[in-house]
DNA sequence: ATAATCCCTATTATTTCAATAGGATTAGTA
DNA sequence: TACTAATCCTATTGAAATAATAGGGATTAT
């Protein structure tokens, strides 16, 4: 499996707040914050795992807080200026598809030069990151994918 | 990571079958018998780990053995008409890229309907092992990738 | 003050991965 | 026939990653 429900459910968190924006009708920028109980409860996710995984986002600015009573998250930036590959490459790291493609790629391999596999792995990478960087949170949200 | 050891020294096993039956020149199709202890040395790999590898692709149909002494494996058909997708299907099972998709893909998941990011998932399975159809080890062996 | 919320560190249960172990079976060869 | 080198088969294990869980601390609106 390359994304784990860590990666999942942070997509699922982005989504989720992208949508309470959205019918957050007042001009208030603050009002559209979410809890995460809302978002545990809603996703069907355990508030406490949660937490962590907002915790990364937040501090990979994709998302941002307020703290105290009635406060929650929001997004950083408008929906459609996320992609799915920002989302995954703070809560999964490298999705690299095998795992010597990151030292491979930094020349740490002393194999590297004769292997027949690296291009091939590399060339899937790429076709990966291009997929995913092309999909944006408002994509997903209207159904554009 | 979406693709283990395994896989991994499944495709260097092919790879390294296909790398032998085209070094020998004789017309013996059962001379192109290539032991595994032969392919654990020069790939690096746990000859008792890569004898359970061997055994995937046997069952897969992918190669072809030969028991006793001076026995071996080889190829089940040519290294062109061999696709990576093949070797990592057999060896790592299924290879989508979040869990649920092959469960929610089957009308498994009772939330499937409303599931906004299952499109952009079985998209993003598509465009992988539609990459991964395009490889074959001939390409991999020629350095065409 | 209180309650609701984010924030932080540590621990644990489960699962998967990667390999190891110990043989049984098969076949070529002297 | 005995020997050897190979595939075949089942079970076990050690290590790592995953997915939470636990217990609080800090902050803020009311």
Avoid at 94 to 101: D, F, G, Q, W
Wanted: net charge negative; aromatic share 4%.
């Amino acid at each position: 499996m390359m994304i784990s429900t860590k990666g999942k459910y942070a997509l699922q968190t982005m989504i989720d707040l992208a949508q309470q924006a959205q019918m957050c009708a007042c001009e208030d920028t603050e009002c559209t914050c979410v809890s995460l109980k809302a978002i545990a409860e809603r996703q069907n996710i355990s508030l406490k795992y949660l937490e962590s995984i907002a915790a990364l986002l937040n501090r990979g600015g994709l998302i941002k807080s307020t703290r105290g009573k009635d406060g929650g998250y929001r997004l950083a930036k408008p929906a459609e200026e996320i992609t799915v590959a920002e989302v995954m490459a703070i809560t999964e790291g490298s999705l690299a598809p095998v795992s010597c493609l990151d030292t491979c790629s930094d020349g740490q391999c002393v194999h590297a030069d004769g292997c027949l596999t690296l291009p091939m792995w590399q060339k899937l990478d790429a076709v990966i990151d291009e997929f995913l960087s092309g999909v944006t949170i408002r994509d997903i949200l209207e159904r554009r994918i």
